[in-house]
């Protein structure tokens, strides 16, 4: 499993790398966005069913594919975003142990302000998830998403990204015992354009 996340990983990092030869898009222009965010996670006890704390470092593989050119005016101005994910989520507490899978995810990114793009996303997918949680009741468990974030471009085809999601997992009623995870995630990354 660590060879094939790491040879992902590769991919993701060096593919803008190899189309820099190209002449640059910016984010008006460009088909794909690659991206790499780090971050941490905590559960919310008490919010929902959430009985146990579960906090995380976060690791996330993005590729993202535009579905449109620039729609709207004025500040709602934007492109659709069809968003693929490979997150890897190490839980540190209460055990270490990690959670693996993917996600695929609909995004709206703001094109109105110079260097600066707010988006929204939400979407949802699977997780292998091996906590030892009885109250979880399966190992393979569902999640659902969303959020909202920014990226600052320092360059015409990068930036560097700032996000928060809200994020929920479950076994989805697939077995008797479905304590559902819900926590909070603040993401940083970074992303490039092509």
């Known amino acids: 499993m660590r060879i094939l996340l790491s040879a992902v990983l590769t991919t993701l990092l060096l593919s803008p790398c190899a189309a820099r030869a190209a002449d640059p898009v910016d984010l008006k222009t460009a088909k794909y966005e690659y991206s790499l965010l780090s971050g941490y996670g905590i559960t919310h006890r008490g919010f929902g069913e ?3 704390q579960v906090q995380t470092f976060d690791t996330i593989g993005r590729f993202g594919w535009f579905l449109s050119q620039e729609l709207g005016s004025g500040w709602f101005k934007g492109r659709h975003e069809l968003l693929m994910e490979l ?11 990690p959670m693996v899978g ?3 995810l609909g995004s709206w990114k703001f094109t109105s302000l110079d260097n600066w793009a707010p988006y929204v996303f939400a979407g949802g997918g699977i997780l292998y998830v091996d906590l ?38 479950s076994n989805a009623g697939t077995a008797t015992r479905n304590e559902p995870l819900n926590s909070s995630k603040i993401l940083f990354g970074v992303a490039f354009y092509r």
């Open 50 to 52: 959430t009985q146990t």
């Open 132 to 169: 030892g949680l009885s109250s979880m009741g399966s190992r393979l468990d569902f999640s659902y998403q969303g959020g909202t974030g920014v990226q600052y471009f320092i360059s015409k085809d990068s930036a560097i990204s700032l996000e928060y999601r809200y994020h929920h997992i």
């Open 102 to 104: 993917g996600y695929l």
């Open 87 to 97: 997150p890897l989520h190490l839980v540190v507490d209460p055990k270490v142990s």
